[in-house]
Every structure is written in structure tokens, then in C-alpha cells.
């Protein structure tokens, strides 16, 4: 994985598991993997709305999203 990817992921899952803990720090590690801050912003965006949505999801007792049998996803094509 290339460090602007890992960087990307660390961040989501820091934003994920531990909110209250991201700070500026964080936005230099984005900004030094090369992320600007307008996708600085729409990273987070992203995550969050994931976040709350999954979230509200399992609140409401909504069965988890399952993969159907046999599904086939565009990554698995060589």
C-alpha cells in the first residue's frame, strides 16, 4: 500500500474509532502523503456520513447489509 493510501486509511480509522482524539497532527500527516485540504474535507465528510449512517442503522435494529451468494465484484476481474 503507498503511504498517501495508508495515510488516507490511519486517518479514517482514527476518525472512526477515537473522534475526540484527531487533531492537527493529523491534517499534517494527510497534507505531508500529499492530500490537499479540500480532500482533507471530503475525507472526512465521507467517513463520517459512514459513520453516522451505520450507526443509526444499527439503533433502528436494521438487519446488517449482506453480500448475496455468489455476488461478483469488479475488483476480482483481472
Known amino acids: ?3 498517501k493510501t495508508h495515510a488516507l486509511l490511519s486517518y479514517a480509522s482514527k476518525l472512526t474509532e477515537t473522534p475526540s482524539m484527531v487533531d492537527s497532527e493529523d491534517m499534517e500527516k494527510l497534507r ?3 492530500w490537499d485540504d479540500k480532500a482533507i474535507w471530503e475525507i472526512t465528510a465521507l467517513a463520517s ?3 453516522f449512517s451505520g450507526r443509526l442503522e444499527a439503533a433502528s435494529g436494521l438487519p446488517p447489509d449482506e ?3 455468489g455476488a461478483k465484484f ?3 476481474r483481472s
Do not use: Q
Request: glycine share 14%; net charge negative; charged share 20%.
Open 1 to 3: 500500500m503507498d503511504a
Open 67 to 69: 453480500i448475496p451468494e
Open 49 to 51: 456520513f459512514f459513520n
Open 74 to 76: 469488479a475488483e476480482g
Open 32 to 34: 505531508s502523503a500529499g
